[in-house]
């Protein structure tokens, strides 16, 4: 089956500081998307991505599907992104996660 | 608040037990899928139905079973519980097949 593997796998940052998560996958895609998983283990939608650049408020996400890898950006990071980041990917009628970045923002 | 909601949030129960987890999803929405995740094996998609029935199987066991009913909520049934079963079981809900899909809470279940 398809492969997911997200870079890095630990990030610490500084608040105000700006990152990128990076999401490889081995084959074609029909949609991807970005979860943030919270402290309190709450799976929050992000992007739905399968091409093209979107932008929310400090968040922003580019998927280039002929390259087969997506990317995260944090803009100002804030305490309140701590958590797990991961990205989905669906591929023949199954859909795979990857192991995630874990993302730590000190104050 | 997603709009999904799953019951119940914790459940303790023993080894060779049999439990049900519901899903209602999102208002709308067509789509129900369930989810398992555990330390060591991470996220994995279980199944999927789509307005009453069955679409996708994913890593499901045989032990396992679900449903999507008439008025589109799900449950997932799981028997014959052992050890490694204990983990965290989302739902998530979208308007259909593999569109966006959104998350309920989670319901944590430890097989003791």
């Known amino acids: 089956g398809i492969q997911v593997e997200q870079s890095p796998p630990d990030l610490i940052l500084q608040e105000g500081a700006n990152s990128t998560l990076r999401c490889n996958f081995s084959d074609s895609v029909n949609n991807l998307q970005w979860f943030h998983q919270n402290p309190w283990g709450q799976l929050i939608n992000l992007f739905y991505?399968?091409?093209g650049t979107k932008q929310n408020g400090r968040l922003s996400a580019t998927t280039v599907a002929t390259e087969r890898y997506s990317l995260l950006y944090i803009s100002s990071s804030q305490t309140t992104d701590s958590g797990v980041y991961f990205c989905a990917v669906v591929n023949n009628n199954d859909m795979r996660f990857g192991a995630g970045t874990r993302l730590t923002v000190k104050p | 608040d997603s709009g999904v909601t799953q019951t119940p949030k914790h459940l303790i129960t023993a080894t060779g037990q049999r439990v049900t987890l519901r899903c209602s999803p999102r208002?709308?929405?067509?789509?129900v899928y369930w989810y398992q995740q555990s330390l060591d094996q991470g996220l994995q998609f279980l199944i999927q139905y789509y307005n009453g029935e069955e679409r996708a199987k994913g890593n499901i066991l045989e032990r396992f079973s679900a449903q999507q009913f008439p008025d589109l909520h799900s449950e997932l049934n799981l028997s014959s519980l052992e050890l490694g079963d204990s983990a965290l079981y989302f739902c998530?809900?979208?308007?259909?097949?593999?569109?966006?899909?959104?998350f309920g809470p989670g319901t944590r279940l430890t097989v003791t």
């Open positions: 991505i399968p091409s």
């Open positions: 998530a809900s979208s308007v259909g097949p593999w569109y966006e899909q959104y």
């Open positions: 208002s709308g929405d067509l789509s």
